[in-house]
C-alpha cells in the first residue's frame, strides 16, 4: 500500500499481562515481525511491565508505548507515573484520552491537551484519543462531538508538536465489542479530522499528521481499513494481545 505517511499500528495491552507474560509476547512479536520495515510498530504494556519489555525489544524494529501517563513532571502525585520517568525505560509514545480513561477516569479534553504538551515536553509522541459513544453517532453528533475532543484535546499544541503527534478515532461502540466501523463510517471521520487540523494548524500540518483507526480491529479488516487515504494505521487493543492476530493485523497492512 502506496501512502506519503508511513503506517504506525500500535498495541495498547491494556490492564492485561504479568511481566512473565509481556516478556513472552515481546519475545514472540519479535520473532513474528524480524522483516517488517513498512510499518512504525508499536507495543503498549502496563506500566509493571515496561522496564521488562523495554530490555526485550531493545535491538529490535518495535518501540515501546505507554498507556498514560502524569500531567505533572513531578510531585506529590500519590500513584502518577511523569513522562521523564517513562523516558528512563526508553519510551517513545504514550497514550493520552483513551476512552476508558475518559470514562472511568472522567479525563477531560483540557487533560489530555495538558498531558499531550507534558509529553512533548519529555519528546514522547502522544497518541491522543478521540471517537463518539453509540447515542452520539446515532443522534447524528459523531462531527460535533470529534470537533469538540480534537479541538479541546490538542489545544496550545504548536505545529511542529502537532506534526509529531499522532490521532486515534476510536468510535466507542466499536471498542471490544467486535463491531467495526466500516472503511466508509472510518474514512469520512479520518477525512473531517484532518480537516480540522487544516483549519486549526495548517495544510502541511494536516497532511503530515498519522490518524489511527481504533474499535475491534483485527486479521481480516485490517487491509480494507488500511487502505482508506486518511487511515495511517491502527491502536489495537483485543487481538494485540496474541502475537499470531497482532502479528497478521500488521503484515496484511502492508
Ligand atoms: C482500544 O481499546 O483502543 C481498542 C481499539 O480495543 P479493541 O481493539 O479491543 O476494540
Given amino acids: 500500500m502506496n501512502k506519503d505517511r508511513k503506517l504506525i499500528i500500535a498495541g495498547n495491552w491494556k490492564m492485561n499481562k504479568t511481566v512473565a507474560e509481556a516478556l513472552d509476547l515481546s519475545r514472540a512479536l519479535k520473532l513474528e515481525l524480524a522483516g517488517v520495515k513498512e510499518v512504525d510498530m508499536v507495543v503498549c504494556p502496563p506500566f509493571t511491565a515496561l522496564a521488562d519489555v523495554s530490555k526485550a525489544i ?13 500531567e505533572h513532571i513531578m510531585g506529590a502525585f500519590t500513584g502518577e507515573i511523569a513522562a521523564g520517568m517513562l523516558k528512563e525505560f526508553s519510551v517513545r509514545y504514550v497514550i493520552l484520552g ?17 498531558k499531550a504538551l507534558a509529553a512533548h515536553g519529555a519528546s514522547l509522541k502522544p497518541i491522543v484519543c478521540v471517537g463518539e459513544m453509540l447515542a452520539e453517532r446515532e443522534s447524528g453528533q459523531t462531527e460535533k462531538v470529534l470537533e469538540r475532543q480534537v479541538t479541546g484535546s490538542l489545544a496550545g499544541l504548536s505545529k511542529e508538536q502537532m506534526g509529531e ?12 465489542t467486535g463491531k467495526t466501523a466500516t472503511t466508509a463510517q472510518a474514512q469520512d471521520a479520518h477525512a473531517f479530522i484532518r ?18 483507526y481504533g474499535g475491534s480491529v483485527k486479521p481480516s479488516n485490517a487491509r480494507e481499513l488500511m487502505s482508506q487515504p486518511d487511515v495511517d494505521g491502527a491502536l489495537v487493543g483485543g487481538a494485540s494481545l496474541e502475537p499470531r492476530s497482532f502479528g497478521d493485523i500488521i503484515k496484511n497492512s502492508i
Fill in 195 to 212: 480537516g480540522l487540523l487544516s483549519r486549526m494548524f495548517d495544510d502541511t500540518v494536516a497532511r503530515r499528521v498519522r490518524i489511527q
Fill in 58 to 70: 531493545l535491538d529490535s524494529n518495535i518501540r515501546l508505548g505507554a498507556q498514560n501517563m502524569s
Fill in 98 to 114: 483513551h476512552s476508558e480513561r475518559r470514562q472511568y477516569q472522567k479525563e477531560s479534553d483540557a487533560l489530555v491537551a495538558t
Fill in 165 to 176: 503527534t499522532i490521532i486515534a478515532y476510536e468510535p466507542v461502540w466499536a471498542i471490544g
